[in-house]
């Protein structure tokens, strides 16, 4: 029976691939539905031993209370964009400026939500979200549904790959017509359709929804003795993944540019939506040499299709505070829906902004939305004026607390100076519990804002004293026990942040998630931080005079050490809990210039053990520069650190360094 049972699982994981990796069926739906009624009955008479591969795993029906976290070994970045041959052009040349000569792999955007999976032994063990690109969910028994995702690979390996799950346009059309038919409300787009499927907890919704994926990365294609994209896409392939046929191999730029070309004309008839190409330097080490920003690789872009324009009418224009008070105009638009969205809202950032196009509320204005950037009000059209329209004024009192706005000296923006404001107050809590700050799931805007308004929350402090009113929580709509709890412990989970996430979720103007880090990195606990003097702050790197005195101010002011104080004693961490810097003397206070490409490290990577060990990096050679770390190929600062006579270390003697005293 065993191996009757083993047979099926082959035969139908094998049907399955045929049928829908390959589009290429290979038995009759009569055959594969007696083998997989044949399967079940096994199971259903043996249930101790169903397989982790089995197709019966697809049928959903786990239904789960909420979704664990992953975290990411690797973390899942995102693209950088690019919308325009010049750009492109940009692109290619920060690459060439290193000394590649680059071949591209050119591929489709595919518009879905990216997910990480996991294989041990050649099983499919988890597949996760993205997330915040380095915390995702667990969404393994849905990603089990999706038919074109393996349960078993064709070698037994562990493995980890990346790719789109997306669903179809045809399945879109489908569910929004039933949807449309019971009632009920649409979903927007693709994108929206297999995101908000994948995050269903009943995996049965997935299984019937009919989601597909396209797989696309290799996180480690050295661990697999592969040298480029390409091979890595080939090797996917081989394994059993769906992997994109119009994926192709360029070179230069006029490749890219007809690559693109070819597809903007065939998008339409494609069966799922794109929303651009997405251009990859071809080779590994390559690809190690450009390495990263904290959220794109440096060897890749997506290029965005053009924008669209659509004509509506500018209804009102509305004014909003921020938290540091910053006022800002807003257009709301009749509804119109551009590229999937309906779009009801646009920034105008300022008085002058609006002046200068010449808007007034009334007014039939074009609205050009592109990707995911925010929409925007690109022009007013003067001959559908009809002189009803009304001439814009900036206000000059702060819409929620009345105060009188100013303008600072230089600055187009008006702020509300009232530290007690509600609307800045809001903001401030919003900001505070962001996913990038303190990173409180539960807490959203609507949420700070009823909470804020209620009285349950109106300082940093009293988010950490809600559990006190946990009783009225409960009783509130849409609340319950185990949403309560759940806010309640992330609440207390947020107290073990490590320093920096609690410097950028403070709010102090100038210091954005970047400075915070450097300066948790740099102080190691809030105290340090709290006394350090301007001229101390300054002597960083990246930290300007007005930085400085922005946190220097900060500190100064009693009540926000009052504050500082309160989230102390209530027990949330102030101290850097990341990697701490070990100063060696090869490196202390000497400055670096890589160049060329090192086999065991990305620019990255060798940027930041530099940092670790007390040195200083820098882009280009001059007298300053104490050591250039040559790779191979080196370009032109080779041949100027030898002219200048500065010291060159290879990449052996860089290691060599790293690990001595
Ligand atoms: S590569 C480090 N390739 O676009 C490699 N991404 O805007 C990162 N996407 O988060 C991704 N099609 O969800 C890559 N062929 C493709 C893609 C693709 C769609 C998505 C992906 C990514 C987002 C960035």
């Not at 040349?93 to 590649?100: A, L, N, Q, T, V």
């Not at 509804?335 to 010449?358: C, F, M, W």
């Amino acid at each position: 029976m065993e191996e009757r049972y083993l047979e099926l699982i082959k035969i139908i994981n094998e049907a399955d691939y045929n049928y829908h990796t390959l589009d290429n069926p290979t038995i009759t739906d009569q055959e594969y539905d007696s083998y997989l009624r044949e399967l079940n009955k096994i199971e259903e008479e043996h249930p101790e031993i169903v397989r982790e591969d089995s197709p019966s795993q697809r049928a959903g029906g786990k239904v789960l209370d909420s979704f664990k976290k992953i975290t990411h070994e690797i973390p899942m970045l995102s693209l950088s964009n690019v919308f325009n041959e010049e750009e492109i052009r940009q692109f290619d040349s920060r690459i060439r400026k290193e000394g590649i000569n680059p071949a591209y792999v050119c591929e489709l955007k595919i518009d879905g939500l990216s997910v990480s999976l996991k294989y041990k032994d050649g099983i499919l063990v988890s597949a996760a979200t993205r997330g915040d690109g380095v915390t995702g969910e667990d969404i393994t028994n849905n990603a089990k549904t999706i038919k074109t995702i393996p349960l078993k690979l064709k070698e037994k390996i562990d493995i980890e790959v990346r790719g789109e799950i997306y669903i179809s346009k045809e399945k879109f059309n489908l569910i929004n017509k039933a949807r449309e038919e019971k009632g009920l409300d649409l979903f927007q787009n693709c994108r929206n359709l297999a995101a908000g499927t994948i995050r269903q907890l009943d995996s049965s919704v997935a299984a019937n929804r009919g989601l597909d994926c396209w797989i696309y990365h290799l996180p480690n294609p050295r661990d697999y003795g592969i040298k480029t994209h390409y091979e890595a896409l080939e090797f996917m392939k081989k394994l059993g993944f769906k992997v994109n046929p119009n994926n192709k191999l360029v070179e230069g730029i006029d490749g890219i540019l007809s690559y693109i070309d070819e597809k903007a004309k065939k998008r339409e008839s494609l069966p799922y939506d794109i929303d651009g190409i997405v251009i990859k330097l071809n080779n590994i080490d390559e690809q190690r040499v450009m390495g990263f920003t904290a959220k794109y690789p440096k060897w890749a872009t997506a290029y965005k299709f053009p924008a669209t324009e659509v004509y509506t009418k500018l209804e009102d224009i509305i004014f909003t505070v921020g938290r540091t008070g910053q006022i800002t105009p807003n257009a709301i638009l009749s509804p119109v829906i551009v590229q999937g969205s309906t779009i009801r809202r646009a920034t105008l950032h300022n008085e002058d902004y609006v002046i200068q196009k010449d808007l007034m509320i009334g007014d039939t204005v074009s609205i050009r939305k592109a990707g995911d950037v925010i929409p925007e009000v690109v022009e007013r059209l003067l001959d559908r004026r009809d002189g009803t329209e009304r001439k814009f004024e900036m206000i000059k009192n702060c819409p929620i607390c009345g105060s009188k706005l100013v303008k600072k000296e230089d600055q187009v923006d008006y702020y509300c100076t009232n530290p007690n404001c509600d609307a800045r107050n809001i903001e401030k809590l919003i900001h505070f519990v962001d996913r990038h700050a303190m990173n409180i799931t539960g807490l959203g805007d609507r949420i700070i804002e009823d909470f804020y308004n209620i009285g349950f929350i109106k300082s940093f402090t009293d988010i950490y004293n809600l559990k006190k009113h946990r009783e009225d929580l409960i009783e509130l709509e849409g609340f319950g026990y185990k949403s309560v709890d759940n806010l309640l412990n992330a609440i207390e989970e947020s107290k073990n942040n490590s320093l920096e996430r609690l410097l950028f979720a403070l709010g102090i103007e100038q210091v954005g998630e970047k400075t915070a880090k450097i300066l948790a990195r740099k102080y190691e606990s809030l105290d340090n931080l709290m006394n350090a003097k301007f001229e101390n702050l300054t002597d960083i790197n990246d930290i300007g005079d007005i930085i400085a005195k922005s946190i220097v101010d900060y500190f100064n002011s009693d009540e926000n050490k009052k504050m500082l104080n309160s989230l102390k004693e209530i027990g949330v961490n102030t101290l850097y809990l990341g990697e701490k810097r070990e100063e060696k003397d090869a490196f202390s206070g000497k400055t670096f210039v890589v160049t060329g490409t090192l086999l065991d490290f990305t620019r990255d990577e060798v940027k930041e053990k530099i940092e670790h060990f007390g040195g200083k990096t820098s882009s280009s050679v001059s007298k300053k520069t104490d050591v250039v770390v040559v790779g191979d190929n080196p370009g032109s600062k080779y041949d100027k650190a030898m002219a200048l006579g500065i010291t060159i270390w290879n990449e052996e003697e860089l290691k060599e360094k790293f690990e001595g005293k």
